[in-house]
């Protein structure tokens, strides 16, 4: 293993010796290899992120720390001697805390209640009251934290919750917290308060670990950054040596100077985009994800969504949709006006959505292929409310061949098909409501290289019959080859908005991490200029 | 952050496959071996078993518990259960000597309008409000009950002729009660087999989120069944207060939610929703009466037969979550 990271700077920073490590962890679950030897190193004093994109492991990382999960191989080492956390508690006990997105308290107690949880001051073998809020009070003025403690925790706001918890993580003397995605659904002020707190913690010594997908965040806060991609360790350093380009692109692993030759997908030359847009969305708002997003696609055209993790690209797509509920804004399909938070609407319109989660959103396990082809349009199949089966057997054979299904028999069982089969059968599924606006959340994620040739090449097909498509992919080479005009999301609304047909995947990685003119933006004071022109020394290669 | 742990869980799934074929074979046709082979050991090991007085008797028992879970199996598909069904029956059966100056055919349409209302109220409460079903239907159960009691009061006989022959007719030696489960059992198959409300159900019960973003409408579904089962609950009621004469608010139905969802498990309709077997419920059902008859012929008591009745249900649910989930991939 490597020695990666700067030492000389860590020193400087003030940082002191590892408290939390990970050597060589590996972890899979059947055959999908999650973590392949993962070394990680949280020092006593910093504010370390762990970045990456869906599927890097991340997440899986984070519950071996934590002791949710077991590695297969390697070791978790904690204040350098090697530890075996079985269930969480283990973690917890020797001050490991961790704090999720969703607040793990107890709603209905009082907030000092949840922050003395199971370790309350007690006086006649009965809690004492005066006492535990005495000691809470103490506590949140020390965090600076302005909180009413004897108020139920369940009628705070979210970010108050999180205060909580970082109060509670506090008063049991943690050395190290954990901070997955904490700031995902707080308001700008509780964002600020909460990295008040977490600066506090690393001043008095304790090592956190943050998760975000705000990169912006990253910068403001953390001291020093560790890349996984694809449950590869990629790079850790300082987060003064990192542009935000250099993080985009070893997070997507993508060398700015190595731009892959066209060719890489099975995706042919522009299409034919004329006429009256089939889909116009104009300032959709959704609760904090959306900020008002404007999108239009005429028939024939691909229009790919790009976006970092956390952008707001799933979120446009079921607004459109009307799975996630719009506060505000217009979506309109061959210039009708579409009902918005309406799943049901938005089908009778012609929209359609092939969603990101195929097993959670897709399909319908123990249902057969037919039935699963046929779900959508079951009323149109029907009459006086019996199934016409025979309508059905003719859908299904027309979009089994079509798509090139491979099953036994259209009776086979969902869930013993492969993924790309799988995804066959919900995009059968779509086409077979005839929607005029197609849109398609990582069609071709987690399926074989044939079956994603497939149905990159079905996609163009359905573009040249007239289809308007809005296509997500992380894959930047599906989007620039697949897309004939590419929507950069940035935190709810559109960053940019490129055009296919003069478009490298330099620029398209550019305008993703939110780069455009890499000198006038830089997220945060610390990061200098300088640290552009630095050759990223820490770079190592994992294979 | 989902970061591939779904499709990770969803691997650890699929690792524990292997001895998975004949288990799954198991859950579906097991409860129909056991059957034949009760029978079987019955008509060689039990004296006048084949007469046509002891399978008149077996089936007049056992008709008001399959057409309770025919119901039961409807709501075990959209994964939920029913727990209301004997305060349903209780209820439906209190309200026909209150109701019997109507006719016959008065009286009973009232007691099934409960049902349905009762069935509308669990349905409401699980499908729109989101209560979790067996939350909504134990509130129901309790209630319910205190409401035929409430109506009912002691128990009461039922001496209106219409009603009597319902109880104890028969068409051509075969009993109306059999006549009308059997009926029931053919409507609910077919409705199951071919209606879009059945093909819905079951996507419902089989993967919820993916039923919502397919369009389909979750909530009248769910509505939907939950009053079928309320219905065929008072169906139940009335059959059984009419063949007894006598309704009694406070007995009538006692338990038989449990043998309801006895019957649909055994039958291999599994507990996580999204399959309907109506041919594997009704014969759980006959399983079940079988061996209490079995048991009850051999001068067995009831209460070992009520542990063997235990045995095999916990038997059945293993068979189900256990290994039953298991994936041939």
């Known amino acids: 293993m490597t020695q990666h990271s700067s030492a000389a700077t860590a020193a400087a920073a003030g940082v002191g010796d590892p408290v939390l490590q990970t050597v060589g962890v590996t972890k899979s679950f059947g055959g999908v290899h999650a973590l392949k030897g993962v070394d990680f190193e949280l020092r006593a004093g910093e504010i370390h992120t762990l970045v990456g994109e869906n599927g890097a492991g991340k997440s899986t990382l984070i519950k071996v720390l934590t002791g949710v999960y077991t590695p297969d191989g390697g070791e978790v080492r904690y204040a350098g001697e090697t530890v075996h956390f079985r269930r969480p508690a283990d973690a917890q006990h020797v001050g490991i805390s961790t704090i999720y997105q969703e607040v793990n308290l107890v709603p209905l107690l009082s907030v000092a209640r949840n922050i003395f949880l199971g370790r309350e001051p007690r006086r006649f073998g009965l809690i004492d009251v005066g006492a535990m809020n005495k000691r809470a009070r103490e506590?949140?003025?020390?965090?600076g934290i302005d909180i009413d403690v004897t108020a139920e925790l369940g009628r705070l706001g979210l970010g108050s919750q999180q205060m909580v918890a970082?109060?509670?993580?506090?008063?049991v003397d943690s050395r190290v917290v954990i901070m997955d995605e904490p700031t995902s659904s707080l308001e700008t002020a509780e964002v600020e308060t909460l990295f008040r707190v977490a600066r506090g913690l690393r001043d008095r010594g304790v090592g956190l670990v943050f998760v975000s997908h705000r990169l912006d965040e990253l910068w403001e806060l953390c001291d020093r950054v560790t890349i996984l991609r694809d449950g590869e360790w990629v790079h850790t350093g300082p987060m003064t040596e990192m542009t935000r380009l250099d993080l985009v692109s070893k997070?997507?692993?993508?060398?700015?100077?190595?731009?892959?030759?066209?060719?890489?997908?099975e995706f042919g030359s522009s299409h034919l985009k004329a006429g009256e847009p089939a889909l116009v969305v104009s300032g959709l708002e959704v609760a904090n994800r959306l900020h008002g997003v404007d999108l239009t696609v005429r028939p024939g055209e691909v229009v790919g969504l790009a976006g970092l993790l956390g952008s707001g690209r799933s979120e446009t797509v079921k607004a459109v949709y009307g799975a996630l509920k719009a506060r505000s804004g217009e979506v309109t399909v061959a210039g009708r006006k579409v009902r918005t938070g309406s799943v049901r609407g938005a089908l009778a319109s012609g929209v359609a959505l092939l969603s990101e989660d195929r097993k959670a959103e897709g399909i319908v396990p123990d249902l057969s292929v037919r039935d699963n082809i046929a779900l959508a349009v079951l009323p149109r199949m029907s009459q006086a409310g019996v199934v016409s089966e025979?309508?059905?057997?003719?859908?299904?054979?027309?979009?089994?061949?079509?798509?090139?299904i491979k099953a036994s028999s259209p009776d086979q069982k969902v869930r013993?098909?492969?993924?790309?089969n799988q995804q066959k059968v919900l995009i059968a599924r779509w086409l077979a409501t005839e929607p005029t606006v197609f849109l398609l959340d990582e069609p071709t994620r987690g399926i074989d290289v044939g079956a994603k040739a497939e149905v990159q090449g079905l996609i163009d097909e359905l573009a040249e019959q007239g289809l308007a498509v809005v296509l997500i992919s992380s894959e930047m080479d599906e989007l620039v080859e697949g897309a004939d005009r590419i929507v950069v999301l940035h935190d709810g609304h559109v960053q940019a908005e490129l055009d296919s047909t003069d478009l490298s995947s330099s620029e398209l990685l550019a305008a993703l991490a939110g780069d455009r003119e890499p000198d006038s933006q830089s997220p945060s004071p610390a990061t200098n200029q300088a640290a552009k022109q630095a050759p990223t020394q820490t770079e190592g290669q994992h294979a | 952050m989902s970061d591939g742990t779904a499709t990770a869980t969803a691997a650890e799934r699929s690792e524990r496959t292997g001895t998975s074929f004949d288990i799954d074979w198991v859950r579906r046709n097991g409860v129909f071996v056991a059957l034949g082979l009760l029978l079987l050991a019955n008509v060689f090991l039990t004296d006048n078993f084949v007469s046509t007085g002891t399978l008149r008797l077996q089936l007049v028992q056992v008709a008001p518990v399959v057409i309770v879970a025919l119901g039961m199996a409807l709501v075990i598909g959209t994964e939920g259960i029913d727990l209301s069904?004997?305060?349903?029956?209780?209820l439906a059966a209190a309200l026909i000597p209150l109701y019997v100056g109507y006719g016959s055919v008065g009286a009973i349409a009232i007691g099934l309008v409960a049902g349905a209302v009762v069935g509308l109220i669990a349905g409401v409460l699980v499908g729109v409000v989101g209560v979790q079903p067996i939350v909504a239907t134990l509130g129901?159960?309790?209630?319910?009950?205190?409401?035929?009691?409430l109506f009912g009061g002691e128990i009461k006989s039922i001496t209106e002729p219409g009603l009597v022959s319902l109880g104890t007719g028969d068409v051509a030696g075969v009993p109306y009660v059999v006549v009308i489960a059997a009926l029931v059992s053919l409507v609910v198959w077919l409705v199951v087999r071919r209606s879009t409300y059945g093909r819905q159900l079951v996507a419902v019960g089989g993967n919820k989120l993916a039923a919502q973003l397919a369009g389909l409408p979750v909530r009248r579904v769910l509505v939907t069944t939950y009053v079928v089962s309320g219905l065929l609950a008072a169906m139940a009621g009335i059959l059984l207060a009419a063949r007894s004469q006598a309704s009694d608010p406070t007995k009538l139905g006692q338990l038989i939610e449990l043998s309801a969802i006895t019957a649909v498990v055994i039958g291999g309709t599994p507990l996580s929703g999204g399959q309907v077997r109506i041919l594997g419920t009704i014969a759980g059902a006959l399983l079940m009466q079988l061996i209490t008859a079995?048991?009850?012929?051999h001068d067995i008591p009831d209460s070992t037969a009520q542990i063997v009745q235990a045995v095999i249900v916990i038997a059945a649910v293993y068979v189900q979550l256990g290994r039953g989930k298991a994936r041939r991939s």
Do not use: P, Q
């Not at chain 1, 013993?416 to 790309?420: H, N, P, R, T, V």
């Open chain 2, 85 to 90: 069904v004997g305060a349903v029956m209780a």
């Open chain 2, 294 to 297: 079995t048991l009850i012929f």
């Open chain 1, 416 to 420: 013993e098909l492969s993924g790309g």
């Open chain 1, 166 to 171: 970082l109060a509670r993580a506090m008063s």
């Open chain 1, 390 to 404: 025979a309508r059905i057997d003719a859908l299904v054979d027309t979009f089994m061949k079509r798509l090139r």
């Open chain 1, 251 to 265: 997070m997507l692993g993508r060398d700015i100077e190595e731009v892959r030759a066209e060719g890489a997908t």
């Open chain 2, 140 to 149: 129901l159960m309790v209630a319910i009950r205190g409401v035929a009691n």
């Open chain 1, 139 to 143: 506590l949140m003025a020390e965090l």
